[in-house]
Structure formats: structure tokens, C-alpha cells
């Protein structure tokens, strides 16, 4: 078995971050019960930000990133995993604080993965990724908190053509619900569309900060990426006793309303971690996942490319340049 292996590497020089490809040993990788054969990991808003150096995200150079990855089980110390096992592994500060799923192999703690669903193969799992992962999270919350397919209005999804919108239209349509998208391109109405969304709606027309504490009723719930003056907006136009789920802060994290919208309407924002969740939960997301995802959809979704293709595809996540998942296959 070949021990060395690609990975796409960072390092810091006067606060510059620069990327390049090189061999690593197995050796190298950092302590953990499992090592990983990573088949396939995914570019996400997180990582945009890490391969540019932005956020302070990452503290210790050199550094593998990747926030997520996908892959077969190579060695284990752990009772829980055997060789040749598939699993997946999202949060726990992988690819921030832990070498992440930007190189061929990674060697994790055993309590961070959880096995493949069954039904999903390892590149579909990284088209759903971290994004997916969460938007599952968040309609979960929604769903949780009392949001059914019978309330009035619609289900706003902000930031709608990114990877994790693009997940939440694609997963509370398949459940019933009725779902307005948010874009700031036009272009892609149709692709939305085809998503399940109900409506397109501008996004200036939630971006903007409130004009008054409480706007005309309109949304049922929302699942929001963008946050900022759009979470407020959305908040101030929830209809009664609706609920945002809160899974990202694009926009900014400032937040400016005042209290009405909750004390008169009843209004909550549901946040939503990723990160650190329990096991458990995890499981039942991933479940959920594999059986409501629309798979042959998922190559709808889906741009793959190579390590090399990362640095420019960083850049471009950040400008909002790209449409729903990027999948990375780091053997490539």
C-alpha cells in the first residue's frame, strides 16, 4: 500500500497565506484512532475564507484544510470503525484547528465520523457536505419548533443559490412545503426553480435593514445563510409564532431590530451549530438526508474539480460566483 500521498497545504509568511500541492507520509498527519482514505471532500463558504486567509479561521501553519470529507476507512483503533468501512465526517473544527479533507488521506478521532448512510455513495455524501448537512439541521429545528406544511405563507430560504440553500429549497420542497428562494442573480431563477422554489424573490428585496420594527406578515419560516440586515428583515416579516433558522453570518454578524417582532408576533431565531453536534443527531441528519434527497438531482448541483482548481475556486465562493456544491477530489 502506498503510504504517501497529495494534499493541497497552506502556509503563512507575514500574515500572507499561500497554497501548493505536496507528498505527505501518513506519518505526518496529526494523532487520531482512525486514518481515512478520503475519497471526496467539498469547497464550502468556511473554506473559501480559510484557503484566503480571512477570519483567522485557522491559527497554526502549515495547515491541510477542508471542512469536511467523505472516504473509506484504511486502519482503526477504535472498536467503533474496521477497515474498509465508509464514513463521513463534518464539524469539529476539522480543517480550522485539525488537518481537514484536502489530501488524499486524513487520521481522525473515531467520536468525529459517523458510518455512510445507506443509499448514499461517498461523492453523493460530499454533494450534500457540510452545507447540506446543516440546511438538514435547520429544517429540522424549523420542524421541531412547530413549522408544517399546512401554515400560511411561504418558507424563505436567503442566500438560496449558495451550497446550503441550494440543499434547503431542494429539501422543504420534497417535504410539501411551499419555498421563496432568494438570489441576487436573476440568471438563476430557473435553476431554483427546478430546485422545487415556489417563487424567486430579489435579493434586495430582504437585504435591506428594516425600514420599521415590524414589516407586513409574509414568511412562515426561513432558514437564513446570509444574516446581517437580512436576518433582521426577515425576522421583522415573519408571520405569527414563525421561526428563522440561523446557520451563517455571510452578511455580517451585526444584528439591529428591536424587541416588537418577538414580543407581539411571537417571532424565534433558531440557531444552528454544525460544528460540535452530538453523534446521535448527526445520524439521524445523514438518515434523513439519504432518504429525502432527490439523488439523481445531486449532479444538478454538483461541480467537481481537482486540488489545483481549489485557490480559484476559493476566490470565487467568496464573490458569490458559484452555484450550488463543489465537490473535491483530492486524488485528482
Excluded at 100 to 120: D, I, N, S, T
Excluded at 189 to 200: F, H, W
Aim: hydrophobic share 45%; with cysteine.
Amino acid at each position: 500500500m502506498v503510504s504517501d500521498f497529495p494534499a493541497l497545504m497552506l502556509d503563512e509568511t507575514d500574515g500572507k497565506v499561500t497554497a501548493s500541492i505536496r507528498r505527505l507520509a501518513e506519518s505526518d498527519l496529526p494523532e487520531g484512532e482512525v486514518l481515512v482514505k478520503v475519497d471526496y471532500s467539498t469547497l464550502n463558504y468556511k473554506d473559501g475564507m480559510i484557503l484566503n486567509g480571512l477570519g483567522r479561521l485557522v491559527r497554526k501553519y502549515p495547515h491541510i484544510p477542508g471542512v469536511d470529507f467523505a472516504g473509506t476507512v484504511e486502519a482503526s483503533s477504535s472498536p467503533e470503525f474496521k477497515p474498509g468501512d465508509k464514513v463521513i465526517l463534518t464539524g469539529w473544527r476539522v480543517g480550522e484547528t485539525h488537518w481537514g479533507g484536502y489530501g488524499a488521506k486524513a487520521r481522525v478521532k473515531a467520536e468525529w465520523l459517523v458510518p455512510l448512510p445507506a443509499g448514499l455513495t461517498t461523492r453523493q455524501a460530499m454533494a450534500v457536505g457540510t452545507a447540506g448537512f446543516t440546511a438538514m439541521l435547520a429544517v429540522m429545528a424549523l420542524e421541531d419548533h412547530g413549522l408544517r406544511t399546512t401554515d400560511e405563507g411561504e418558507v424563505l430560504v436567503t442566500g438560496a443559490a449558495g451550497g446550503l440553500g441550494s440543499v434547503a429549497v431542494l429539501l422543504l420542497s420534497r417535504l410539501g412545503y411551499r419555498v421563496a428562494a432568494s438570489t441576487g442573480r436573476e440568471s438563476l431563477g430557473e435553476y431554483l426553480r427546478s430546485l422545487g422554489a415556489a417563487s424567486i424573490v430579489d435579493r434586495a428585496e430582504v437585504g435591506a435593514p428594516p425600514a420599521k420594527p415590524l414589516l407586513s406578515e409574509r414568511w412562515a419560516a426561513a432558514v437564513d445563510s446570509v444574516g446581517g440586515a437580512t436576518l433582521a428583515n426577515t425576522v421583522a416579516s415573519l408571520r405569527m409564532r414563525g421561526a428563522v433558522a440561523s446557520c451563517g453570518n455571510a452578511g455580517g454578524i451585526e444584528f439591529s431590530l428591536t424587541v416588537l417582532p418577538f414580543l407581539l408576533r411571537g417571532a424565534s431565531i433558531l440557531g444552528i451549530d454544525s460544528v460540535m453536534c452530538p453523534k446521535p443527531k448527526r445520524m439521524v441528519a445523514w438518515k434523513r438526508l439519504a432518504e429525502l434527497l432527490p439523488l439523481d438531482k445531486l449532479d444538478q448541483l454538483t461541480t467537481e474539480i481537482r486540488l489545483v482548481d481549489l485557490p480559484e475556486m476559493g476566490a470565487r465562493i467568496l464573490k458569490g460566483d458559484v452555484k450550488g456544491r463543489v465537490v473535491v477530489d483530492p486524488n485528482r
